[in-house]
């Protein structure tokens, strides 16, 4: 993702203040890519002191978010703590052991310590271990972690693991989103899909502490970039395509004022492909939800599986080709929206909410007050915001 220089060399040097080695780290949310234009009625707020990160967030001052991944928890955290023992809630006194046990075993696997100052500016890091980030990024187990790689974040420190496994979660993000559009969409119900499963079964989305309009600010305010992480999938898949003239203009992906039609063929042997194409762990979810729907005999479902019985290890980008089954998920137009729908709540619900609960040990209670309240606050701003929009 394209941002400017100045700030990505603060960026960068933030992770340089950290002697504990991160393999594989990235920066996102509003602090990094801006998400509305709302404006404050009091004075700039100042989260940094750094002139690049001022420029780029004008008045509307937050805090950074940043996701680190580290190849050995509990060694990550031993060096952290005797560096920054400031930056974790007394949960810290029990020592490394501990703490990589709470992160690695509850929630979705990520041990965040928000509001810390790191080279002068504010920010939140969370940390996670390599294996269950790519976990999550080739199966979607819980969708934590691959939901934030599906929308624009900058990537600051590489891995090339990493990087494979984000390849087959984009296309997985894509797919999903194909199955749940009809035949003809443009790119804001494209990418407002696919920024939209995430938030899907999120606890902040069902409480007053996230604004509303969230998923259709991050898309109207980034819709160049999601075409540098979708437009060159889009063109590799056999079965969708841009039948828009604007993009006949060889720089019709900088402008942000065009919106492409995209068309996409609703065979059900070319859409039972994409669900034998989904992430293994979310696939079993589908076919399971679908056995009950269809009634299928539990003998029939398992001859069944192990006829879709995986040949090739997670994360591999092996196309295989889908059977009976999926053929009649794909073929379900009526109700796949709906059916798909409740999967993504129920993979992304119970991992959000205990990540939530989890946050108040790590964070400990002042900084978990101060970060529901700005939740809270731009839930506010948000329905403030729709409120005028219909008046």
């Known amino acids: 993702m394209l941002i400017n220089n100045e700030f990505k060399e603060a960026l960068r040097q933030i992770l340089w203040q950290f002697r504990a080695p991160i393999r594989y780290a990235f920066a996102y949310g509003s602090g990094v890519f801006p998400q509305g234009s709302s404006k404050s009625s009091g004075p700039p707020v100042r989260t940094s002191n750094n002139p690049a990160i001022l420029a780029a967030q004008g008045s509307e001052g937050k805090m950074i978010d940043f996701i680190f991944g580290v190849s050995y928890t509990q060694h990550w955290h031993s060096l952290n703590l005797q560096q920054h023992r400031n930056h974790y809630s007394a949960l810290g006194y029990l020592g490394s052991a501990v703490t990589s046990r709470v992160q690695d075993h509850w929630g979705a696997g990520v041990y965040f310590n928000p509001y810390v100052t790191v080279n002068g500016t504010l ?12 976990r999550d990024l080739s199966e979607w187990d819980t969708l934590y972690l691959a939901g934030r790689l599906q929308k624009p974040v900058k990537i600051l420190r590489d891995d090339p693991r990493v990087r494979l496994a984000n390849q087959v979660n984009l296309l997985s993000a894509l797919r999903t ?3 749940l559009l009809p035949s003809t969409f443009t790119e804001q119900q494209l990418y407002g899909t696919i920024a939209g499963i995430s938030y899907m079964g999120d606890l902040r989305m069902s409480l007053p502490a996230e604004n509303p309009n969230k998923v259709s600010n991050i898309v109207k305010n980034q819709l160049s970039n999601f075409r540098r992480l979708y437009a060159p999938l889009v063109e590799n898949l056999p079965n969708v395509s841009f039948q828009d003239p604007r993009c006949s203009n060889p720089h019709w992906a900088d402008d942000p004022k065009t919106d492409a039609r995209l068309e996409q063929d609703m065979d059900p042997i070319r859409r039972g492909n994409m669900v034998r194409r989904l992430p293994r762990s979310f696939r079993a979810k589908i076919y399971s939800h679908y056995q009950r729907k269809f009634k299928i005999p539990d003998q029939e479902f398992g001859v069944m599986m192990e ?3 995986d040949e090739c290890p997670a994360g591999s980008i092996k196309r295989r080709q889908g059977g ?4 009649r998920i794909a073929n379900d137009l009526d109700g796949l929206r709906k059916e798909m729908g409740v999967v993504i709540k129920r993979t992304i619900s119970w991992p959000s909410t205990s990540q939530a609960i989890k946050g108040v040990l790590t964070a400990g209670l002042g900084r978990t007050r101060r970060y529901v309240g700005e939740k809270m606050g731009r839930w506010a701003e948000g329905g403030r915001g729709r409120g005028q929009g219909q008046g």
């Open 177 to 179: 989103a194909l199955l």
């Open 324 to 327: 009976e089954l999926d053929q």
């Open 307 to 309: 006829a879709l019985r």
């Open 123 to 134: 920010i939140k890091y969370g940390v996670v271990n390599l294996d269950t980030m790519c």
